[in-house]
């Protein structure tokens, strides 16, 4: 069984601080990587197309961002999204309890949910889950 990986992409570091304490209480074998923008965390993708095994089971991402918000790293991701075999759930992750936010997230083919701030345990254990029963079959 490969180790789980967990990739937040927000630039609030105090909520990267409490969802990876999150995280680590309910896994602490979880690899977390974290990026403050959009542009950092697609950097990483494009440069790793080759070596998907270092790609996340499960991404945390942002809507309001400096240099790239969370939208545009969505229309970069769905431009390379079909190259990627490996199945990652994309969750947006927001404060914003906008309905057009929201709908406008779940209406993109490669977000599984649109999650407002802060990630709860129980949404978490929700998303572990998913990922464990992911790898089973």
């Known amino acids: 069984m490969s180790t789980k990986k ?4 927000d630039d ?9 304490k999150l995280i680590n209480s309910q896994d602490s074998s979880i690899e977390i990587s974290e990026y403050g923008d959009g542009h950092e965390a697609m950097e990483f993708f494009k440069a790793n197309m080759l070596k998907e095994s270092d790609f996340p089971d499960v991404i945390f991402l942002d809507i309001s961002m400096p240099v790239m ?8 991701y769905s431009k390379i999204a079909p190259e990627i075999r490996k199945n990652i759930q994309l969750f947006m992750f ?8 929201m709908e406008r997230a779940k209406a993109n ?11 709860t345990k129980d949404k978490l254990i929700e998303i572990l889950g998913k990922i464990q029963n ?3 079959s």
């Open 6 to 9: 967990i990739c937040i992409i």
């Open 12 to 20: 609030d570091k105090i909520l990267i601080f409490l969802t990876k």
């Open 69 to 76: 918000d969370g939208w545009e790293f969505l229309d970069e």
């Open 94 to 101: 927001s404060s914003s309890i906008s309905a057009h936010d």
């Open 109 to 119: 083919p490669n977000v599984n949910d649109y999650l407002t701030k802060p990630l």
């Open 134 to 136: 992911t790898e089973a």
